[in-house]
């Protein structure tokens, strides 16, 4: 993610909610899944992808609009 330069993201960082890869989950301790990347989670994917690879996610989808 680049910086301007009054150091704030140029981009702001993809968000699940708007990811169609992003699923609600029945499990309690993993409330939250990635499709795209096929795993469960107790947070927001894209908190532990940004984590894992210091990276905002590569595999961000926006969701159909629907009217």
């Known amino acids: 993610m680049s910086k301007t330069a009054d150091n704030k993201p140029a981009t702001p960082a993809p ?3 708007d990811c169609a890869h992003f699923y609600i989950t029945y499990e309690a ?3 939250y899944g990635c499709r795209a990347l ?3 989670s107790q ?3 894209m908190l532990d992808v940004l984590e894992a690879s210091g ?3 590569q ?3 926006r969701k159909p ?3």
């Open 15 to 17: 968000r699940c909610n």
């Open 29 to 31: 301790n993993f409330r």
């Open 38 to 40: 096929d795993f469960k």
């Open 43 to 45: 947070r927001l994917p």
């Open 55 to 57: 990276q905002p996610c």
């Open 59 to 61: 595999f961000f989808q």
């Open 65 to 67: 609009h629907r009217p």
